[in-house]
């Protein structure tokens, strides 16, 4: 997100992933951030104090980091915040699916306990001036939900049942978001039964804030999302598709070679109720 001279906001980069690495330049040759395995690989292990501890090692580079860039050039062209993007939770569903390393496997039960130990590492909290809670870092989920598909990504719309749905696509994103207490989630760009996920009043509003009391949750668009409502015939234009994605309960749009919000679609939106 650029600077802003209202309320002089500084310039901060809210999206660095954190699936298996914090995604960031090294500090210097041999300073790294550290690499883990594949989620794959790191579930199968069934090891939740594993999981924590890789939340914990994950935490600490992402702090580290942010602290070492903070006030140079390479934090000004958008280094590192303290926003990670990780654990991507998705289901594998098939071989073929390009991001099936990325994920923790085939069981929604597995991949909910280890997004909520690994969150739990990631997040822990110490006391801050005037003993306010300062967290390590903040948490968020990807790719919420129902995201399996790469090469048709950007305009992919699928038929799911509502059983597909509750039985394979969210148990893990409830466990992580009301037990792990992750600060939010990342919406795919997929269109389940026609409805864009970034547009869904139902997964937005209705999962994760109401039905899962998580009101406070941050929910970022995957990169251009939002704009892509147009390919996926959820939006007609721009500022129609950021309408239905703040009615829906969108707080933050990542864009990707665009500027939606910044090209006027926003205000727009707003002018027009």
Known sequence: APATSAGGVPRYR??????SVVSAPCVAPGRCPTQFIGPLGTAASFNDSAWYAKGDVVSTDMRALFNAYTGTDAYNNGAIGLTGFGPNINTIRDPRFGRNSELAGEDPYLSGRYATRYVQGM???APGANGAPVFKMRAYLKHYTAYSVETSRFTFRANLSTFDLHDSNLPQYAAAMTEGNASGAMCSYFAPNGVSMCGSDALLNGQIRTKWSRPDAVV???????ANMQKNGMGLNGSQAAARAINAGLDIYGGWNDDLWGDGHLQAALDSG
């Open 14 to 19: 809210w999206l660095t992933e954190t699936n």
């Open 123 to 125: 997040q822990q909290v």
């Open 220 to 226: 970022m668009s995957d990169c251009s999302a939002v």
